[in-house]
């Protein structure tokens, strides 16, 4: 399998690999999926590029289809290093594949000092690494311009060190998180009391890196094979400033960073389209970046006329005349925006600052403007959300196709995913929104509307694995060869529960329950598993955001949701309710190969939450708006 090197061999480098040195670092890159959507992942070629300029590091890439010829021949244990970017909930179990293939142990407990440190970041790891952490050794939290060289320098340091040594010199490098130095509490009910260091000297928590310099990623390497073929990936914008208070993709990455255009996009731009004719153009937002216009105005020359741009999803409200015509004549047939819903009072909850009229002027100046398609992207099962809401979606669309003949629309649905370092990180997934997907399909699909829905059941997943902690990981462990079966998931789960499994060498209690852990309203004062990780904004600001959301305007809990994250003793004893009867949904995570390659994103840039960030919350409907490309 890991011979195929055909796809590798079509690739032009934009940088240029250093010769090893006798002593370099041997390492492993692994992408817990294939080639195709691996190397459309700008942060994994942006990580991989980094490590293959240093003489003192021999990286070697690994997919699940393919990967670079192994050191030395073949691959072995003689590796320092294995590292995995992770930015989609839902591979975490091939990541568990990919060290089994390298004859690694999986549990970080069981490597000795002749075993690589195992490393991962990414948008998935850095909001909540906790379900994973038994895997890793170390976790970097934040952008990986400032974490990969100061991982490696200190790793290089201390080489021939024992295993606890390294991971104790490691544990003194900002953003650098090593599991193992943290001990989760739990109390005698099953809740998380605490998660403390375990060692003398360790900080009580880790903060998150930001890069701060003016210059953000860029494709390091173009190949026909990737999802997008040949494209060239030029980050714009890291970050949002609009703040929507479900989305990852926003204040996991904070503060709103921008490129300069002078010395940083356009001779970027200038870079890949010495070798390409297809243009991306990433980031959560890229038209609110303050030249967009005038980077625009410049693609406009008659030199790029043969060049294919593709923008990220855009902010409705940033659609000019000269967005459209530009776009519509290098080769762009639609527009991404994403309205999240229909209701301006759901709008206001979730502070989407977004009139009514502004959606209506998107897409007649997307028609005006040449451009054949709008795509909308929206969500089900907000906080608060009312029948009445999602009916005003349906209600808008049927009004934007009156409006704008002839324009093609289509409505991108997910279901609300809770996502750590949010304002709605103590809401639950509400399980009326699988019959508001329904509804919506029932209202558009007759009106000639395409509607493209989330699978309701892989949100579901997405959900424990985002609010989940260590006690998950042998659910992880027990999924690992079927996860692409919903039944599996919750198999796995129940199995875990009822204690059936061989036991992990480590202590885990058994995982809450799945109610709680997927539905339940977490009260305040809930010790989160992500508690020990600083990542942008405190608790306390973030709690004030939600309550001006929300304050006393809570959805009324249905009967399955839990009020505070405390749990009812039918729940303690495994009762699994709500995980039967659910095989029937969906077949696999949902998406085509170009929203699985927009599901996998840098490590650390920030783009890559919002490709994959669902397209906004990642995971949340908007899994596709801003990390799909426009095309
Ligand atoms: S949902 Fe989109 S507009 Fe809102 S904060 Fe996230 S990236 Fe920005």
């Not at 990580?47 to 073949?74: E, K, Q």
């Not at 591979?91 to 075993?115: F, K, M, S, T, Y």
Request: glycine share 8%; hydrophobic share 40%.
């Amino acid at each position: 399998m890991l011979e195929s090197q055909h796809s590798l061999n079509q690739e032009i480098l934009l940088f240029t690999p250093a010769v090893p040195q006798a002593d370099a670092l041997r390492t492993v890159l692994a992408f817990p999926s294939t080639y195709a959507v691996g190397i459309t992942s700008l942060g994994y070629q942006v990580v991989w590029a980094t490590l293959a300029r240093r003489s003192d590091v021999d990286v070697r890439r690994l997919f699940t289809d393919c990967g670079d010829p192994p050191h030395g021949g073949h691959w072995s244990r003689a590796l320092d290093l294995f590292g995995v970017s992770l930015s989609w909930e839902l591979d975490a179990p091939v990541l568990l594949d990919l060290l089994e293939q390298q004859n690694i142990p999986l549990w970080a407990v069981e490597r000795r000092d002749g075993d690589p440190i195992v490393f991962g970041g990414g948008p998935v790891l850095t909001a909540n690494p906790e379900p994973l952490a038994p895997f890793f050794d170390v976790v970097l939290l934040g952008d990986g311009e400032l974490l990969l060289p100061a991982f490696v320098d200190v790793l290089r340091e201390c080489r021939g060190a024992s295993r606890g040594e390294q991971l104790r010199r490691l544990a003194g490098v900002p953003g650098v998180y090593i599991p193992s130095f943290f001990s989760p509490r739990y109390g005698r009910d099953g809740v998380l009391e605490a998660i403390e260091p375990t060692e003398p000297g360790i900080p009580a928590s880790v903060t998150r890196q930001t890069w701060r310099g003016n210059t953000l990623s860029q494709s390091t390497v173009i190949t026909p094979e990737a999802a997008w073929p040949s494209i060239h990936m030029v980050e714009v914008a890291r970050s949002c400033p609009e703040l929507c208070r479900f989305c990852l993709a926003s204040y996991l990455t904070l503060p709103f960073r921008t490129a300069s255009l002078e010395d940083g996009l356009i001779p970027a731009v200038e870079t890949g389209l010495a070798v390409t004719r297809r243009l991306g153009l990433l980031g959560a937002s890229v038209t609110q970046h303050p030249q967009f216009s005038e980077l625009l105005g410049w693609l406009d020359q008659e030199r790029f006329a043969d060049v294919r741009v593709s923008v990220s999803s855009v902010r409705a409200a940033t659609v000019t005349p000269q967005l459209s015509r530009i776009l519509a004549s290098r080769g762009c047939r639609s527009l991404t925006i994403a309205i999240e819903s229909g209701s301006d009072r759901l709008r206001t909850v979730v502070n989407k600052k977004l009139e009514r009229q502004e959606i209506f002027t998107a897409a007649r100046l997307t028609k005006e403007g040449g451009l054949s398609g709008l795509k909308l992207y929206g969500m089900v099962g907000l906080p608060s959300e009312e029948e009445d809401d999602v009916e005003a979606t349906a209600d808008l669309l049927l009004a934007l196709k009156r409006a704008t003949p002839g324009l093609r629309l289509t409505l991108g649905v997910s279901t609300f995913v809770p996502k750590a370092h949010t304002p709605f990180q103590w809401e639950g997934l509400r399980p009326e929104a699988e019959k508001r997907l329904q509804r919506l399909a029932r209202r558009l699909k007759p009106k000639g509307i395409e509607l493209r829905p989330e699978s309701f059941g892989w949100s579901v997943i997405q959900t424990l694995l985002s609010r989940g902690d260590r006690r998950l990981a042998p659910v992880l462990m027990a999924v690992r060869g079927q996860q692409d079966s919903l039944g599996a998931w919750k198999r796995a789960y129940r199995a875990v529960l009822a204690k059936e499994l061989e036991a992990p060498p480590l202590e885990l209690p058994p995982p809450p329950p799945w109610l709680d852990l997927v539905q339940a309203r977490w009260s305040a004062n809930q010790v989160l598993p992500w508690e020990h990780l600083a990542s942008g904004l405190p608790n306390t600001t973030l709690w004030r955001h939600r309550q001006d959301a929300l304050g006393a305007k809570e959805a009324p809990q249905t009967s399955e949701q839990h009020p505070t994250g405390h749990v009812d003793a039918a729940v303690i004893h495994g009762n699994v309710r709500g995980m039967e009867g659910d095989e029937h949904q969906g077949g696999g995570p949902p998406g085509s190969i170009e929203e699985g390659a927009a599901h996998h994103a840098p490590l650390g840039t920030a783009q890559e939450e919002h490709q994959h960030e669902s397209h906004h919350q990642q995971g949340n409907g908007q899994a596709m708006a801003h990390g799909q490309i426009n095309g």
